[in-house]
């Protein structure tokens, strides 16, 4: 069994910062990329960063320069650093792993069940 769970969400003003973990547990070989991605209310789940194991990191554009995504393969943790917030940041966000539980098993894609950013003033 793999769990993600995440931290760190919650209520934060406009131009604010919040940073969120997800840490990975269970029985765990090896993991892969790591990533966040949002939900807003009525639209689809969309990506928000990710980063390699090796460090490499991609950003969706609207975050770029405000975000940033980093990792502790230590501690099987994924964090985002957000700042400069804006209303439009307001979502669930979900982190996601790609998981290999045994040496030379297939790799799967986990999620985290979500933590809430609210920016508002």
């Known amino acids: 069994q793999v769990q993600l769970v995440e931290s760190g969400g919650g209520l934060v003003q406009p131009g604010g910062s919040l940073r969120l973990s997800c840490a990975a547990s269970?029985?765990?070989?090896?993991?892969?990329?790591m990533g966040w991605y949002r939900q807003a209310p009525e639209n689809e789940r969309e990506l928000v960063a990710t980063?390699?194991?090796?460090?490499?990191?991609n950003y969706e554009g609207s975050v770029k320069g405000r975000f940033t995504i980093s990792r502790d393969n230590t501690k099987n943790t994924v964090f985002l650093q957000m700042d400069s917030l804006k209303p439009e940041d307001t979502a669930v966000y979900y982190c996601?792993?790609?998981?290999?539980?045994?040496?030379?098993?297939?790799?799967?894609?986990?999620w985290g069940q979500g933590t809430q950013v609210t920016v508002s003033s």
């Open positions: 996601n792993a790609r998981i290999w539980r045994f040496y030379l098993s297939a790799g799967d894609d986990y």
């Open positions: 269970g029985r765990i070989f090896s993991i892969g990329d």
């Open positions: 980063i390699t194991n090796g460090g490499g990191t």
